[in-house]
């Protein structure tokens, strides 16, 4: 067994109680995901994880971080007694991160983060140890959860930082002391919670209140808010470095070019012309890559072994991810765009479907995006003037708000409108053909990935 904590460094870092000796290989929140030798943290949140402690333990946990003695468990059980749960975890972060020499990096911005973070995980393989956060474990118990998973011969550490509101950045950033901080973007998502793009860059600034003086700024040069983004950089201490299309940028993207399943690079790089691949097409993808690389090149990484190792890169599920399905009469390509939507997002995948090149139609699957504040409706009706949307053969929509888009379309553009997936999902067999290529996205909590679910078990 790998040991990430024993007993008396947990303790020791928690300021908790442990009546028992223990030692631990890793932390899980979940009895449904736990390994064998793991701690399991009994967190509260729909559920009280102290519910579930007793079959943590049946089921191999080495020890429980708890804030009492749950039920059904005995005193003398290996149990780390803190008063409160979440602030172990934070405790227990703060101490993995205190205890490691190697790089931490960072990454936030509307979107792109968990894209981003798996492209640095991929880039960096080659050159050390590298320990990321999983999925998109970005929030309140995601950062401390994965900073409290680091094992102690990490090289380079990778965390992504997510928020909804202002203030939630700036106290995870500290807790991950970075070395690196990368903002991908920043665009009009939750707006439920912002007067504007203006407040959204602010609150994605916070990063900087957890960079190291003298640390690394990695900035979009193409955006409005740059201007917001590098003031805050500047009163951090930090060297900025930028990317994009910009002739300002350090890292300028000279071009790319995008087919059915890669995207050729070609950047500028102080004079020197680089070129590369990526196993995924999209311009965004590239402008995430050159982030890559330009937080790889602040820690002093190898750029030619980065640049060789990103070709092994492949997008996370639900952000673009593709797979064909087999039917009696052909096949239908599906591209996976499920897990999120917001103006910025929906621009760029519906690109990406433009730019495809199947042998029958271009098929789009849209559901609300959500949190868009009092101006919804007219960003769901503004989709409509995209370029990309005139390449598109046929849009089937998906709820209240996407009933603006179908009214902005053009009539022969418009497929079905419903209310609600499980309408939808109940047509997806005859509103989709042998060699359609179908994009899939709306915001996670628009139920979207049901139709995905639907359309994979399209067959014969």
């Not at 970005?138 to 959860?145: K, R």
């Not at 690389?293 to 030619?304: Q, V």
């Not at 092994?312 to 064909?324: A, D, H, I, V, Y």
Request: net charge negative.
């Amino acid at each position: 067994m790998n040991m990430l904590w024993t007993k008396d460094e947990a303790v020791a870092a928690t300021g908790g109680k442990s009546a028992v000796d223990w030692q631990v290989s890793g932390v899980s929140i979940d009895t449904r995901t736990l390994q064998k030798g793991d701690l399991f943290v009994a967190l509260t949140d729909i559920r009280d994880g102290h519910d579930f402690v007793a079959h943590a333990l049946e089921k191999g946990a080495a020890a429980a971080l708890v804030s009492r003695v749950p039920d059904s468990v005995a005193a003398d059980a290996p149990l780390l007694i803190v008063d409160d749960v979440l602030l172990g975890l934070e405790a227990l972060g703060l101490a993995a991160r205190a205890r490691i020499t190697g790089k931490v990096i960072g990454v936030t911005g509307s979107v792109g983060k968990t894209g981003t973070k798996e492209m640095l995980r991929c880039a960096l393989t080659g050159q050390g140890h590298v320990h990321a956060a999983e999925k998109s474990y970005n929030n309140h118990w995601g950062v401390p959860l994965t900073l409290a998973r680091m094992p102690r011969d990490t090289d380079f550490a990778v965390i992504e930082i997510g928020m909804n509101h202002a203030g939630e950045i700036g106290p995870l950033a500290r807790m991950a002391d970075l070395d690196v901080a990368v903002i991908t973007i920043v665009a009009p998502v939750h707006l439920a919670a912002f007067s504007g793009i203006n407040e959204i860059a602010q609150a994605k600034a916070e990063i900087f209140e957890g960079l190291k003086r003298g640390g690394t700024a990695v900035l979009n040069a193409d955006i409005k808010t740059l201007p917001i983004l590098r003031n805050g950089a500047e009163k951090a201490g930090a060297q900025i470095v930028t990317f994009g299309h910009s002739t300002q940028a350090d890292f300028r993207l000279a071009g790319a070019y995008v087919s059915n399943t890669t995207t050729k690079v070609a950047f500028d790089l102080a004079g020197q012309k680089v070129n590369y691949s990526i196993a995924a097409p999209g311009v965004h993808q590239a402008m995430n890559s050159l982030a890559v690389l330009a937080a790889c090149d602040a820690i002093g990484a190898n750029l030619s072994v980065c640049i060789a190792d990103l070709a092994n890169w492949s997008t996370p599920l639900g952000r673009g991810t593709r797979e064909t399905v087999q039917l009696a009469d052909g096949q239908i390509e599906l591209i996976d765009e499920s897990y999120n939507a917001n103006p910025t997002s929906m621009a760029a995948a519906l690109s990406v479907l433009a730019d495809a090149q199947p042998k029958g139609r271009k098929v789009a699957i849209l559901g609300d995006m959500l949190e868009m504040g009092e101006n919804e409706h007219i960003l769901h009706a503004e989709l409509a003037k995209l370029e990309a949307v005139n390449s598109v053969d046929v849009f089937h929509l998906v709820g209240p708000l996407m009933h603006m888009f179908h009214a902005a379309l053009p009539s022969d553009k418009r497929g079905q409108w419903v209310a609600s997936v499980d309408e939808l999902s109940a047509q997806i067999s005859e509103l989709l053909e042998a060699d359609d290529t179908v994009m899939v996205k709306g915001s996670l909590g628009s139920k979207v990935s049901k139709i995905v679910d639907v359309i994979r078990k399209i067959s014969a």
